[in-house]
């Protein structure tokens, strides 16, 4: 299984960026796809994750509203849309993918296979 992220950069507070995931490998039927962030010296943190099949998804509190991660099972791609950025937003952004997962499970030591990371940084 291979995840490629890409589509960070620099974005002024308040702006838009879509993150991007391109997964490839195997099928993912029955997988859960997910999005982590990380600081430097910090844990990795949980931000959403979607079911593959029905595309449930379920976030963290302090993206809820403003980021949206979406699934096209055609072209195998996962994407996260980020919306009302704020400078607390900067991380370097993580695709994940999981086997086997309860819904909501937000430990990253569930997840099977991890993208390269993409910079996100907001500018306040």
């Known amino acids: 299984v291979q995840l490629q992220a890409s589509g960070g950069g620099l974005v002024q507070a308040g702006g838009s960026l879509r993150l991007s995931c391109a997964a490839s490998g195997r099928t993912f039927t029955n997988w859960v796809m997910g999005w982590f962030r990380q600081l430097p010296g910090k844990e990795r943190d949980f931000v959403a994750h979607?079911?593959?099949?029905?595309?449930?998804?379920i976030y963290a509190d302090s993206v809820k509203g403003r980021f949206t991660i979406t699934r096209d099972t055609a072209k195998n791609m996962i994407y996260l849309q980020m919306n009302s950025l704020k400078f607390e937003d900067t991380a370097v952004y993580y695709c994940?993918?999981?086997?086997?997962?309860?819904?909501?499970?937000?430990?990253?030591?569930?997840?099977?296979?991890w993208g390269q990371g993409t910079l996100v940084t907001v500018s306040s």
């Open positions: 979607a079911t593959w099949n029905y595309g449930t998804t």
């Open positions: 994940a993918a999981a086997r086997a997962l309860r819904y909501g499970d937000g430990d990253s030591r569930n997840y099977n296979y």
